[in-house]
């Protein structure tokens, strides 16, 4: 019975994830599982695995103001794992400020000139599944990526309809009843998985855009980013292999932040360009395997 009980609420507060095209069934964005690289972090967004000790998420998503991730298990391939450190990139800048309701624009200076990025490493390596490699190189102008996420539902019409990111009745509930049996924080775990297609249409040092198209413009299943969809990759595919591009990390606002809504047709949503990172990405895994072979 509790299994049944258990099952009866996973279903019941799925939910579909991302903003799609208005003229396409919401189904056809459906996946049945996520890639075996993708990891649910704890509350919300997602992280990638790039080596068997380490994974990458953009900074945001990691909440070290009112939880203590070292120590903490996380689910990874299915397997629980521990987080043993977290680096944070040194041009990382958490917010904490008050940006109004009025103009964008000090808050898109902000977003535009901080390196949202971070390196979790794992207490335990992972050998059941395989990391995703990074893209290396520089020409992301005009590919054609699948991106994954289980945020806000929404279309371009509309745009996000922002509440549908949160955690429904159900799914508190369950939360809430599992709360004595586990040390595992609550996930997007039980969320409904979606993929979408983009163009990236430009390119800077340390972000790829894209814009989400309408009509005839569009891919078939053309998407963008809801709230709720930080961390989701970016991916291209050589002979099936996937490849991480970026990582999915804030959208541009064009309006008073009180009257913006995300997700309508034309809005850019902003990446982490993964290729940029490569070489700090690097440096801090070269660093560490340096550090833990003079410990053994």
Same mark, same amino acid.
């Given at each position: 019975m509790k299994k049944i009980i258990i099952f009866v609420l996973m279903v019941a507060f799925n939910s579909q994830a991302v903003v799609k095209r208005h003229d396409v069934k919401s189904e056809l964005y459906e996946l049945k599982s996520p890639p075996e690289y993708y990891v649910?972090?704890?509350? /919300?967004?997602?992280?990638?695995?790039?080596?068997?000790?380490?994974?990458?998420?953009? +900074?945001?998503v990691i909440?070290?103001?009112?939880?203590?991730?070292?120590?903490?298990?996380? /689910?990874?391939?299915?397997?629980e794992n521990r987080i043993e450190k977290i680096v944070f990139h040194p041009e990382y800048v958490h917010d904490q400020t008050d940006w109004g309701d009025g103009n964008p624009q000090p808050l898109m200076d902000f977003l535009n000139n901080h390196s949202?990025? !971070?390196?979790?490493? *794992?207490? &335990?390596?992972?050998?059941? %599944? &395989?990391? %995703?490699?990074?893209?290396?190189?520089k020409t992301e102008l005009g590919l054609?990526?699948?991106?994954?996420?289980?945020?806000?539902?929404g279309n371009g019409l509309t745009g996000e309809i922002r509440e549908t990111k949160n955690a429904g009745f159900l799914e508190? !509930?369950? &939360?809430?009843?599992r709360q004595p049996f586990t040390e595992l924080a609550p996930t997007q775990k039980f969320r409904q998985l979606n993929y979408y297609n983009n163009v990236i249409t430009e390119v800077d040092e340390r972000w790829i855009r894209f814009k989400f198209d309408a009509? /005839?413009? !569009? *891919?078939?299943?053309e998407g963008t980013i809801?709230?709720?969809?930080?961390?989701?990759? !970016?991916?291209?595919?050589?002979?099936?292999?996937?490849?991480?591009?970026?990582? +999915?990390?804030?959208?541009?606002?064009?309006?008073?932040?009180?009257q913006f809504v995300s997700g309508k047709y034309n809005s850019v949503?902003?990446?982490?360009?993964? @290729?940029?990172?490569?070489?700090? %990405?690097?440096?801090?895994? &070269?660093?560490?395997?340096?550090?833990? /072979? @003079?410990?053994q």
């Open positions: 649910d972090m704890p509350f /919300e967004g997602t992280a990638v695995l790039i080596d068997k000790n380490w994974l990458l998420a953009p +900074a945001h909440y070290t103001f009112y939880y203590d991730y070292l120590g903490k298990p996380l /689910e990874v391939g299915g397997v949202d990025i !971070a390196l979790i490493k *794992l207490s &335990n390596s992972v050998t059941h %599944i &395989n990391p %995703i490699t990074i893209f290396s190189g054609k990526v699948t991106v994954y996420g289980k945020g806000a539902v508190k !509930a369950y &939360n809430w009843l009509d /005839e413009t !569009a *891919l078939p299943l809801g709230a709720g969809d930080s961390g989701g990759p !970016a991916v291209i595919f050589h002979d099936d292999i996937p490849v991480l591009v970026g990582l +999915a990390s804030w959208v541009e606002i064009d309006s008073p932040l009180n949503a902003v990446f982490v360009r993964a @290729s940029s990172f490569k070489n700090w %990405i690097d440096e801090v895994l &070269n660093e560490n395997r340096r550090s833990d /072979e @003079s410990l």
